[in-house]
């Protein structure tokens, strides 16, 4: 990385970080640059509901009962392997339990048995002054036994002897920051014969750690500086699993015996890892470190380690740039491979630099005699806070404002003279008035505070706002925050309702006027939390349909959107987000030309593909050797879908400033969702998947579909007032559960609910058909029940002069291909080996699309010709346009009916906007394109019975296969459709259809 020469190159990377989202998982005070990372993490948002849930409900009232009930006895066991990954350890290998220091005398009384005849123990004269209090009471305690130093300087070879029974090594040397080769460290002290224990403290969190890799004997660890644990959080020790059937220490506690409830008068040690519990775990410690695990599940160590580097060495650079002539010394290793993610500065004054810069906002750390720390931990900290940093170090040495004697006070303590320092809670702000300022440094610490100025955690916005419907009037914003409180817009509000522990907020906005774009603002609590601070995006606009819109529209649309973060090999085979890439032009365009809508045509998120970050948190949370594997399993892992797809920063933005429809497909379950009855009834006795089906279609009630709903739906829902009833002061999970399962039943052909919905944006309107939970697969075979498409008929009525049918599932295919689907459907439905082999190739290639369901597809193609010709309008609409996906490249088909020239129908359909296809699928679509593969293909279905097409169809653009959107401009009554990838994908694709539409 080139090192950024101004603010606003720190504020672009910021943009483009792929940790950036994770900052909001910290409550961090306003105005503050935290670096102290390294000595005490700041809290994450999570911590004070879940230990309020401990308290209140697992203690106040499951009392005893939450050993078992809540895991409380499992604790230590269960956290150790969500942290093992942290530490390259196998789930096993790992467990949590007491304090560095009692772990660490554990762990050196057991390599000492292990290595009985050897007499010494080697550690750095250097070390963390507790691990050497440890090492030296150990030594003194096993008798004969003496600890042998090593020095700045000094290689361990030259320290290893045939006596050496044990080398105890800290990972980051917790005064310069220094990184140990650990790999090379463990091979020196094996081939001595010793055994070998790291103390990873100050790495575990800030880089990737690799205990299994090293072939390390003991760790030992905690979690409360990067790891966010809080103080006083319990720590962790690491034994591998070739020593832990003979390691004992002395520690002989029951929670470590084999049997600790048959209350034995013998010590027989627990196997495994568990041998190294003591006494009963401190719960309420436990807490906060469980929400802390749950953000670190969701983290990429290869990106942590990268920014980690990048920003230690953006802060060397503007050091040594700004700070050299001030008599500053840099004590860390230049080398990034060298480092930790820690700085460490000498400096004659170093105590009073360190108060003069806390008391501007930057807290950092000192260490006697002359050590100032910089630790950066990369999960909140951003690139421009690491420039403002540095602005104010310059400012501090250069005024000499540190020289104040005010600056000289010391505590017990040495953490910060400042309000903010964890000892204090009180926040009476300095006089900041006379302190000299640079340009573009962050404000002055502002923290709201209770009339007895305690410091309060103000609600936090995880995702969202989501701009959902809109007309001339009004408009729906959909929000998830991390807590219950009152949802502010623009004077309208709402307050939240939680659905299995995670809280949603809808807001209907009115008294807005026709044509307006209105910049806003979103409140929780009143404490303002969107638009973001630094925001690189315009301002978040309510943009309403203005009272003559007529037949004026702009709407993107696209479908399967694999939005996680990628893998470099990954991003290599799927290429860039077409929709992110569209989002970056729009936003350097005036807001007059932005888009009216977007239109999500299913696949969002991949339940059935999850993300690497995705599978890390999934294989903490159970076995993913077991069904479902790494596809999600609940509505808890569904809920991490959308976090992970929609926090993506331009996306998010799109979306709160873009009136945004949405369907599902396949994907957003499992593929080839409800293909055929067969399908129903072999994923039925599957165990996993109730649950499955159950969070998934709640997750999309409730991220999705709501905000699909007019404001007149939304106040005549029933479900949602239930939800919201008792949401409001409990948690609504059961409600939504019992919905979820009615939603997915099939009873008498008809299904319980319709996902299907309509919008009018002027003259255009746009109705969208769910071809996924409505099918009726029992007694008829078809895409939506007739009461559904009755309902479907009706929606088409009336008078506009541009119709949209959005499915995800295209409606016209390739003409190979449509009549494969409909020979198929024919064919499974014969008895015996013939009607079950058709049954497995239509489900091993998919097979599942509207021509597969012919009594469907002929019903719309009547439908279509009906509304062309004007039979059911007020007068002929000008085009006909059924949108689509799934099929993973993007075409255009007109349709024609008979011999007249019009109506004119087409299928305009865009997908993938980021994924791929395999190389066999596209050539498959190639050809079914062809006249000759049509033409043999026909001939089949027309012998085995497959009745002739009501309709015949031409290709006007496609087959293409890049990530691509599709930009509909509708002006009067032309019309054209655009499908545009990012720049290195190549040029736009325009098709005009303007001339092909019928004139009044």
Same mark, same amino acid.
Not at 34 to 42: A, F, K, V
Not at 175 to 201: E, F, N, P, Y
Not at 279 to 298: C, K, Q, T
């Given at each position: 990385?080139?090192?950024?020469?101004?603010?606003?190159?720190?504020?672009?990377?910021?943009?483009?970080?792929?940790?950036?989202?994770?900052?909001?998982?910290?409550?961090?005070?306003?105005?503050?640059?935290?670096?102290?990372?390294?000595?005490?993490?700041?809290?994450?948002?999570?911590?004070?509901?879940?230990?309020?849930?401990?308290?209140?409900?697992?203690?106040?009232?499951?009392?005893?009962?939450?050993?078992?009930?809540?895991?409380?006895?499992?604790?230590?066991?269960?956290?150790?392997?969500?942290?093992?990954?942290?530490?390259?350890?196998?789930?096993?290998?790992?467990?949590?339990?007491?304090?560095?220091?009692?772990?660490?005398?554990?762990?050196?009384?057991?390599?000492?048995?292990?290595?009985?005849?050897?007499?010494?123990?080697?550690?750095?004269?250097?070390?963390?002054?507790?691990?050497?209090?440890?090492?030296?009471?150990?030594? *003194?305690?096993?008798?004969?036994?003496?600890?042998?130093?090593?020095?700045?300087?000094?290689?361990?070879?030259?320290?290893?002897?045939?006596?050496?029974?044990?080398?105890?090594?800290? /990972?980051?040397?917790?005064?310069?920051?220094?990184?140990?080769?650990?790999?090379?460290?463990?091979?020196?002290?094996?081939?001595?014969?010793?055994?070998?224990?790291?103390?990873?403290?100050?790495?575990?969190?800030?880089?990737?750690?690799?205990?299994?890799?090293?072939?390390?004997?003991?760790?030992?660890?905690?979690?409360?500086?990067?790891? *966010?644990?809080?103080?006083?959080?319990?720590?962790?020790?690491?034994?591998?699993?070739?020593?832990?059937?003979?390691?004992?220490?002395?520690?002989?506690?029951?929670?470590?015996?084999?049997?600790?409830?048959?209350?034995?008068?013998?010590?027989?040690?627990?196997?495994?890892?568990?041998?190294?519990?003591?006494?009963?775990?401190?719960?309420?410690?436990?807490?906060?470190?469980?929400?802390?695990?749950?953000?670190?599940?969701?983290?990429?160590?290869?990106?942590?380690?990268?920014?980690?580097?990048?920003?230690?060495?953006?802060?060397?650079?503007?050091?040594?740039?700004?700070?050299?002539?001030n008599g500053i010394e840099v004590a860390s290793p230049r080398n990034p491979a060298e480092r930790g993610s820690q700085i460490s500065l000498r400096y004659p004054d170093g105590y009073r630099v360190v108060q003069a810069l806390i008391e501007r906002g930057v807290i950092v750390d000192f260490r006697t005699p002359d050590v100032l720390r910089f630790g950066f931990a990369p999960l909140y900290l951003r690139y421009v806070d690491v420039w403002d940093a540095v602005a104010h170090l310059h400012d501090v040495l250069a005024s000499g404002v540190w020289q104040e004697e005010r600056f000289n006070a010391r505590a017990t303590v040495t953490c910060p003279q400042w309000s903010g320092c964890p000892s204090e809670l009180a926040v009476a702000a300095p006089d900041r008035a006379r302190l000299p300022r640079t340009d573009g440094l962050a404000p002055a610490s502002r923290?709201?505070?209770?009339?007895?100025?305690?410091?309060?955690?103000?609600?936090?916005?995880?995702?969202?706002?989501?701009?959902?419907?809109?007309?001339?009037?009004?408009?729906?914003?959909?929000?998830?925050?991390?807590?219950?409180?009152?949802?502010?817009?623009?004077?309208?509000?709402?307050?939240?309702?939680?659905?299995?522990?995670?809280?949603?907020?809808?807001?209907?906005?009115?008294?807005?006027?026709?044509?307006?774009?209105?910049?806003?603002?979103?409140?929780?609590?009143? /404490?303002?939390?969107?638009?973001?601070?630094?925001?690189?995006?315009?301002?978040?606009? $309510?943009?309403?349909?203005?009272?003559?819109?007529?037949?004026?529209?702009?709407?993107?649309?696209?479908?399967?959107?694999?939005?996680?973060?990628?893998?470099?090999?990954?991003?290599?085979?799927?290429?860039?987000?077409?929709?992110?890439?569209?989002?970056?032009?729009?936003?350097?365009?005036?807001?007059?030309?932005?888009?009216?809508?977007?239109?999500?045509?299913?696949?969002?998120?991949?339940?059935?593909?999850?993300?690497?970050?995705?599978?890390?948190?999934?294989?903490?949370?159970?076995?993913?050797?077991?069904?479902?594997? $790494?596809?999600?399993? %609940?509505?808890?892992?569904?809920?991490?879908?959308?976090?992970?797809?929609?926090? %993506?920063?331009?996306?998010?933005?799109?979306?709160?400033?873009?009136?945004?429809?949405?369907?599902?497909?396949?994907?957003?379950?499992? %593929?080839?969702?409800?293909?055929? #009855?067969?399908?129903?009834? #072999?994923?039925?006795?599957?165990?996993?998947?109730?649950?499955?089906?159950?969070?998934?279609?709640?997750?999309?009630?409730?991220?999705?579909?709501?905000?699909?709903?007019?404001?007149?739906?939304?106040?005549?829902?029933?479900?949602?007032?239930?939800?919201?009833?008792?949401?409001?002061?409990?948690?609504?999970?059961?409600?939504?559960?019992?919905?979820?399962?009615?939603?997915?039943?099939?009873?008498?052909?008809?299904?319980?609910?319709?996902?299907?919905?309509?919008?009018?944006?002027?003259?255009?309107?746009?109705?969208?058909?769910?071809?996924?939970?409505?099918?009726?697969?029992g007694t008829n075979r078809l895409m939506v029940s007739d009461a559904e498409f009755d309902w479907i008929e009706d929606a088409t009525r009336g008078d506009y002069e541009h119709l949209l049918i959005g499915s995800s599932l295209p409606w016209l295919l390739p003409h190979a291909v449509h009549e494969a689907e409909s020979l198929n459907e024919r064919a499974c439905r014969h008895d015996g080996i013939r009607g079950w082999l058709a049954e497995q190739v239509r489900q091993a290639i998919d097979l599942e699309h509207w021509s597969a369901f012919r009594t469907s597809f002929d019903r719309l193609a009547r439908l279509l010709h009906a509304i062309g010709k004007g039979e059911r309008t007020t007068r002929p609409p000008a085009t006909v346009s059924v949108l689509s996906g799934d099929v993973h490249h993007s075409y255009i088909a007109e349709a024609h009916f008979d011999? /007249?020239?019009?109506?004119?129908?087409?299928?305009?359909?865009?997908?993938?906007?980021?994924?791929?296809?395999?190389?066999?699928?596209?050539?498959?679509?190639?050809?079914?394109?062809?006249?000759?593969?049509?033409?043999?293909?026909?001939?089949?279905?027309?012998?085995?019975?497959?009745?002739?097409?009501?309709?015949?169809?031409?290709?006007?653009?496609?087959?293409?296969?890049?990530?691509?959107?599709?930009?509909?401009?509708?002006?009067?009554?032309?019309?054209?459709?655009?499908?545009?990838?990012?720049?290195?994908?190549?040029?736009?694709?325009?098709?005009?259809?303007?001339?092909?539409?019928?004139?009044?």
């Open positions: 990385m080139a090192t950024p020469t101004t603010r606003s190159d720190c504020v672009e990377l910021d943009r483009r970080d792929p940790l950036a989202a994770m900052r909001d998982e910290f409550t961090l005070p306003d105005g503050v640059i935290y670096l102290d990372g390294n000595s005490l993490g700041p809290l994450p948002r999570a911590a004070s509901t879940r230990v309020r849930e401990m308290v209140d409900v697992e203690w106040g009232n499951g009392l005893i009962r939450s050993w078992n009930e809540a895991g409380w006895y499992d604790k230590p066991r269960t956290l150790g392997t969500r942290i093992a990954p942290l530490v390259g350890a196998q789930p096993d290998e790992v467990v949590v339990c007491d304090s560095t220091s009692i772990n660490l005398f554990k762990v050196l009384s057991a390599a000492l048995r292990l290595r009985s005849g050897r007499s010494t123990v080697v550690t750095e004269a250097g070390g963390f002054p507790t691990d050497l209090y440890i090492i030296e009471g150990a030594t *003194n305690a096993a008798t004969g036994h003496r600890r042998r130093l090593l020095y700045d300087g000094q290689d361990l070879a030259d320290v290893l002897d045939d006596d050496v029974a044990v080398v105890v090594l800290g /990972h980051v040397d917790y005064r310069t920051g220094r990184l140990r080769d650990m790999a090379r460290l463990t091979d020196q002290a094996h081939r001595a014969g010793a055994l070998m224990i790291w103390d990873v403290c100050h790495s575990v969190g800030a880089l990737p750690v690799r205990l299994g890799d090293c072939g390390v004997d003991f760790a030992v660890g905690c979690t409360y500086k990067y790891l *966010n644990g809080g103080p006083g959080s319990p720590a962790f020790t690491f034994a591998a699993q070739r020593h832990q059937h003979d390691a004992r220490h002395p520690l002989s506690g029951w929670h470590g015996h084999a049997d600790p409830f048959a209350f034995s008068q013998d010590y027989q040690p627990a196997p495994g890892i568990s041998r190294f519990l003591v006494g009963s775990p401190p719960m309420l410690s436990y807490a906060p470190l469980e929400s802390s695990v749950d953000i670190w599940s969701r983290v990429d160590l290869d990106q942590l380690r990268a920014k980690s580097v990048a920003m230690t060495s953006l802060f060397l650079a503007l050091v040594d740039e700004r700070c050299a002539d923290r709201r505070t209770t009339d007895s100025g305690r410091l309060m955690t103000e609600p936090r916005l995880l995702l969202g706002p989501v701009l959902r419907h809109v007309d001339e009037t009004s408009a729906t914003v959909w929000v998830e925050t991390d807590r219950p409180c009152v949802v502010a817009i623009l004077g309208c509000e709402s307050r939240t309702f939680q659905v299995g522990g995670h809280h949603y907020g809808l807001v209907v906005i009115t008294g807005l006027t026709p044509g307006e774009s209105r910049p806003y603002t979103v409140s929780l609590d009143g /404490h303002a939390v969107w638009p973001l601070p630094d925001s690189p995006f315009p301002a978040s606009r $309510i943009r309403t349909y203005a009272a003559d819109q007529g037949s004026r529209l702009r709407m993107v649309f696209g479908s399967c959107r694999f939005a996680a973060p990628l893998t470099p090999r990954q991003r290599r085979r799927v290429g860039a987000d077409a929709l992110n890439a569209y989002t970056e032009r729009m936003a350097e365009r005036p807001a007059d030309e932005w888009p009216d809508a977007l239109f999500l045509l299913g696949d969002q998120v991949y339940a059935d593909e999850t993300s690497p970050n995705i599978r890390r948190w999934i294989k903490q949370r159970r076995d993913t050797r077991k069904p479902p594997g $790494i596809g999600v399993a %609940d509505f808890e892992e569904a809920t991490q879908l959308y976090a992970e797809t929609w926090s %993506d920063p331009e996306i998010r933005w799109l979306m709160s400033t873009v009136s945004t429809s949405m369907i599902f497909d396949d994907h957003d379950v499992i %593929d080839d969702w409800n293909t055929s #009855a067969s399908w129903r009834r #072999a994923m039925a006795r599957r165990p996993w998947w109730r649950e499955r089906i159950r969070g998934c279609l709640m997750t999309y009630w409730l991220y999705q579909h709501l905000g699909n709903l007019t404001p007149s739906e939304l106040a005549e829902h029933e479900v949602l007032a239930e939800v919201r009833r008792v949401g409001e002061t409990g948690d609504a999970y059961d409600v939504l559960r019992d919905f979820a399962d009615k939603a997915d039943a099939e009873v008498d052909g008809v299904k319980y609910t319709r996902w299907s919905y309509r919008r009018d944006i002027g003259s255009v309107r746009l109705v969208v058909i769910d071809t996924r939970c409505g099918r009726i697969l011999e /007249h020239e019009w109506p004119k129908v087409w299928q305009v359909t865009c997908s993938p906007v980021h994924n791929t296809i395999p190389w066999v699928a596209e050539l498959v679509f190639r050809v079914a394109w062809s006249r000759a593969a049509t033409r043999l293909v026909s001939w089949w279905a027309r012998r085995r019975g497959v009745g002739p097409r009501p309709l015949w169809w031409d290709k006007l653009s496609g087959p293409d296969f890049r990530n691509q959107v599709a930009v509909l401009d509708i002006v009067g009554r032309d019309y054209t459709v655009t499908f545009e990838s990012d720049a290195e994908a190549g040029e736009p694709v325009t098709v005009p259809l303007a001339g092909r539409v019928a004139r009044p």
